[in-house]
């Protein structure tokens, strides 16, 4: 069955420390990936998608993640975070011609000063 | 910008209850998605739709029916309310399907306390 795996439910971390958030799915044919984000109290917003081309892909605001076929994973990083960081990260894998995007269980990334 | 709204950010209702989660897309998608979420299993599909009128079940559907009569509303019906489905509940809407790349726009959320 296809699944999503985000080992890491807590990511504790200092600001301006690097990060990464650690994503794994079950079969790497024909995928399309994605980290969401949900800050406090709100819904999911798109951080960053692998759809096709250079493996590493990057967001705005300093995050990159990196499609690795071989080991089916899709790690989020950030050299130095900081607290406005803090913040819920979900990592989603759609199978190539399914209607379906399905989500890992989230890793809570907390930011001390 | 695409915009996901939910008719009620909180909501509490009583055990045995008819509840009824709005959900409005102002971008004229045909997909439609109502998920949960709940701490430690991440968000779960309830249903989704692909178009008016049409409904699939998603991966938890018991406890819950969809009502899809226009294309931009989208609503998620607890026919009894019971306390295990106090939770989060998002709605999302992408541009197309998701197995072609795109991405989903969620709402603001409905956290729903039944007690």
């Known amino acids: 069955a296809q699944s999503v795996t985000q080992l890491d439910s807590q990511v504790p971390v200092f600001e301006e420390a690097p990060v990464e958030l650690r994503c794994n799915y079950s079969?790497?044919?024909?995928?399309?990936l994605f980290w969401y984000v949900q800050y406090p109290n709100q819904g999911l917003q798109l951080l960053l998608k692998y759809l096709s081309g250079s493996t590493l892909v990057e967001s705005i605001n300093g995050f990159e993640a990196e499609f690795n076929k071989s080991q089916t994973s899709f790690h989020l990083r950030k050299p130095s975070v900081h607290i406005s960081d803090t913040a819920e990260y979900f990592c989603?894998?759609?199978?190539?011609?399914?209607?379906?995007?399905?989500f890992g269980t989230g890793t809570r990334l907390q930011v001390f000063p | 910008d695409v915009k996901v709204t939910q008719s009620s950010r909180y909501l509490v209702k009583r055990t045995g209850e008819k509840v009824f989660l709005e959900c409005v897309q102002d971008m004229d998608h045909e997909n439609m998605f109502w998920y949960r979420q709940d701490p430690g299993l991440g968000l779960r599909l309830i249903y989704f739709s692909y178009d008016v009128k049409m409904k699939e079940k998603g991966d938890i559907p018991e406890g819950y029916s969809v009502s899809r009569e226009k294309k931009e509303r989208f609503s998620l019906i607890l026919e009894s309310a019971s306390t295990n489905q106090t939770s989060m509940y998002l709605c999302?809407?992408?541009?197309?399907?998701?197995?072609?790349?795109?991405?989903?726009?969620f709402g603001p959320g409905t956290r729903l306390t039944v007690t």
């Open positions: 989603a894998v759609s199978w190539m011609n399914t209607d379906k995007l399905i």
């Open positions: 999302a809407s992408p541009p197309g399907t998701s197995g072609r790349g795109y991405e989903q726009y």
């Open positions: 079969s790497s044919v024909s995928v399309y």
